[in-house]
């Protein structure tokens, strides 16, 4: 074998414990916790969720003005850790919520007459 094979050998024999080491850490969960910003990190978006996501629940179905509102206040936790994988899901709600608020005027309020 000549050396800069066995060099090679040695590089991808490192490659692989610190690619097992990295993924043992990634399934403990402890270090990054749910975030993937640290359990401080997670306390605090969880007590943020913990008001935000209730007023959103309490949304009437279909009230997309308030879902748009809520869903706003619940992206606002994230702004401790935009790379929350939670985040994406709500945003894409707020997106479409808010455009359907856009899109949608309630019955009571297109029936008013003009002034
Ligand atoms: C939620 O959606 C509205 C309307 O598209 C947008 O103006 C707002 O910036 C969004 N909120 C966040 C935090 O992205």
Do not use: F
């Not at 060099?7 to 993937?36: H, I, K, M």
């Not at 401080?40 to 978006?45: A, F, L, T, V």
């Not at 879902?67 to 994230?78: A, D, P």
């Not at 790379?83 to 005027?105: F, H, I, L, T």
């Amino acid at each position: 074998m000549h050396a800069s094979q066995a060099l090679l050998l040695a590089v991808a024999g490192l490659a692989a414990a610190q690619s097992s080491t990295s993924s043992a850490a990634a399934g403990t969960s402890s270090a990054a916790g749910t975030s993937g910003c640290g359990t401080q990190i997670d306390s605090i978006i969880s007590s943020c969720l913990g008001t935000t996501q209730a007023q959103l629940d309490a949304c009437a179905t279909n009230d997309w003005d308030c879902m748009c509102e809520q869903s706003n206040n619940v992206l606002t936790c994230y702004n401790n850790c935009m790379s929350d994988p939670r985040r994406n899901g709500v945003e894409q709600q707020n997106v479409s919520w808010c455009n359907a608020a856009k899109a949608y005027v309630r019955p009571q309020l297109s029936n008013q007459p003009e002034l």
